[in-house]
């Protein structure tokens, strides 16, 4: 079904602030599971403001450190030693450490992996990631309690046989992909959290093709009391990455992010400086993906993904991707500080990452995403930060990485989110800008016209 027509003039303003803070998460309500939390009785303060559950670990809690924010476990140390705490970093499996640069190789010599073991130094937990999602959610959903009793219904049997052979992106028709989706399926029947989250995702396909609103609604209803649910199940099971669990885990994870993701491209479509303000969040978020990727890439390159992570390593490690460098010559040329710079450094190698990724897919599918999907995962929080000061450098990278979402436009999930990204960059920056934009302008050109001929 074709996307429905949106608005898409963007607001003119723009935020030049040093830094854009994430508005805090409000309190947890009566019984909205979506809002709920398990209280930490000697928990930091800042998790008790935050309303996460705080692991109480000394001299700072991992919320805390993820989020490079001040833990009140701290104060409590004489100053001397303060200044000696280390920075927690994720534990990277092969012996990678953030210093090295993306695409270098560890100590044991072997290739870091294309699609997600790439962790810099405050790659978030899957928990502190899933707590800011409840936290930040707008909307409250009562869990699903069935007056049977049973846990699944015939409902979520529908929306099971929908996501094997039902969703038209359905990786299940291509036997080069089939063994992903077989490996999906064999871990959500063995955690109810991951069950769950996909479940939702199929109502939220189902939502997005309905016709008739009445039906769609329904679906709407069925996506969001499942992700309820799923992630009240997950913050439950207070998972550890583990041999076990890291596979259930790194698609749960992925799921939500792609989930979050959906709900970004298409909301504020009206105010711009609003939609990158949601779209910085997404990226924080979904950046959470590495901190199972970074501990268990070991385990899950020869899960059902082998393949696929194979076909890919062996292509594009050190790809050319010729449309990158006019983003290398804006850099050049940059007024930018160290840190931002490097920043953007770093987000443009990750997105030739991106492109490269994008480009070996298609050699053997039509499913292309893991390469736009691959850009939120390995982003930092560096340039995270540079895009909340709406630096123009970090928008034009911004709208190199909507040239994959516009290329991808048959994904239900993407629509025509890469064409109005596109034109709101272009709009907010100006002409100043326009010769790092042609590109990106180019290729909406070029589809405008293949539309007319």
């Not at 073991?117 to 409250?140: K, L, M």
């Not at 669990?245 to 479509?269: A, D, K, Y």
């Not at 393949?307 to 062996?314: K, N």
């Amino acid at each position: 079904m074709a996307p429905q027509t949106r608005n898409q003039s963007p607001a003119m303003g723009s935020t030049n602030g040093d830094e854009a803070t994430t508005p805090a998460a409000t309190a947890a309500g009566d019984v909205k599971l979506r809002r709920a939390h398990r209280k930490s009785r000697n928990g930091c303060k800042e998790c008790k403001r935050r309303h996460v559950k705080c692991d109480e670990t000394r001299p700072t809690c991992v919320n805390c450190a993820t989020a490079e924010r001040h833990c009140s476990y701290l104060d409590s140390l004489p100053a001397s030693a303060r200044s000696a705490v280390p920075a927690k970093r994720v534990l990277v499996a092969g012996g990678y450490s953030p210093a090295q640069s993306p695409g270098s190789t560890s100590a044991g010599g072997s290739q870091l992996p294309m699609l997600g073991n790439y962790s810099s130094a405050s790659s978030p937990s899957i928990t502190a990631v899933v707590n800011d999602f409840v936290t930040r959610s707008g909307e409250s959903n009562e869990v699903l309690r069935p007056a049977n009793g049973q846990f699944f219904t015939l409902d979520h049997l529908r929306l099971f046989r929908h996501l094997q052979i039902g969703m038209p992106t359905s990786i299940g028709e291509e036997k080069f992909l089939r063994p992903m989706l077989d490996m999906s399926m064999e871990a959500a029947l063995g955690a109810p959290y991951l069950m769950d989250i996909m479940l939702s995702h199929a109502a939220m396909h189902l939502a997005d093709t309905e016709t008739d609103p009445a039906r769609a609604e329904v679906y709407h209803q069925h996506a969001a009391q499942l992700q309820t649910r799923g992630l009240m199940l997950f913050n439950e099971a207070k998972e550890e990455v583990s041999e076990d669990t890291c596979i259930p885990m790194f698609l749960f994870s992925s799921t939500v992010g792609t989930q979050v993701l959906c709900e970004t491209l298409r909301t504020n479509r009206d105010d711009f400086n609003a939609f990158l303000d949601q779209f910085a969040w997404y990226l924080s978020l979904h950046r959470g993906v590495s901190a199972v990727t970074g501990r268990s890439w070991h385990i899950i390159r020869q899960s059902g993904a082998k393949e696929f992570i194979d076909f890919l390593e062996a292509r594009q490690p050190h790809a050319q991707v010729p449309e990158m460098d006019a983003v290398h010559r804006m850099l050049d040329q940059a007024d930018l500080g160290p840190a931002s710079l490097e920043a953007c450094r770093a987000a443009a190698e990750v997105l030739r990452h991106a492109y490269a990724i994008y480009r070996s897919i298609s050699e053997r599918s039509s499913h292309q995403s893991s390469g736009v999907m691959a850009f939120g995962v390995r982003i930092t929080t560096g340039f995270i930060d540079v895009l909340k000061q709406r630096r123009p450098e970090a928008l034009v990278i911004l709208a190199y990485y909507a040239v994959l979402l516009h290329w991808c436009r048959g994904y239900w999930v993407f629509c025509d989110a890469g064409q109005f990204m596109i034109r709101s960059i272009s709009a907010h920056l100006g002409d100043y800008w326009s010769e790092w934009l042609a590109f990106p302008n180019s290729v909406l050109e070029d589809c405008q016209q293949q539309h007319a001929g």
